[in-house]
């Protein structure tokens, strides 16, 4: 059995100081029962992981919102049993982006699937090439969880991250 597991990750805006924005976001988790994560100080991004899968219909609508809240940009990723990742992109207010890593049950040969690699591209850390980009959101691959790692890696934002995920285990007995 695959793994099943919501994701939100985020920057945080450099010119909103803790004390404006935390509150907001703390609120704005809480409505949907959920807890924020930092991974890296200096990079100053986000995660919030949701093993029972609350926000799965509504991770469209929570990454606009979140992106609104913030000004920055917002990934929500839905995995499905390790089988593929549905994700969603927004920046300002906006949706940039939406589809899937890999392809959802019964939907092969779909129209309307795919990511636009472009519209990843303003992530990408400095030492990240264009083509691992590519082969990430479009190469073949064993599980979802691997690309959702190397997605993390490429754009800082802590998608999958496993150190998160332990710290969350070890938080949550029932997990």
Known sequence: MGMFLD???FYWPKDKTREELAPKLESFFEGYGLK??????TRESYAVYDENQ?????MPELIVTLSELTGEYAVGSVCIASDFAALVLAKAGKQVDMGYIGTPYGMEGAPGLELTAARWQP???PQAESQ???????GKFV???DQLRTLS???GLPIFDDQLLMEMIEEDEDF
């Open 7 to 9: 994701s939100v990750a």
């Open 36 to 41: 924020l994560r930092m991974k890296d100080p």
């Open 54 to 58: 609350s926000c799965s219909d509504v």
């Open 123 to 125: 992530l990408l850390q």
């Open 132 to 138: 691992e980009l590519h082969d990430c959101l479009f």
């Open 143 to 145: 599980c979802a969880e």
């Open 153 to 155: 890696r490429l754009t």
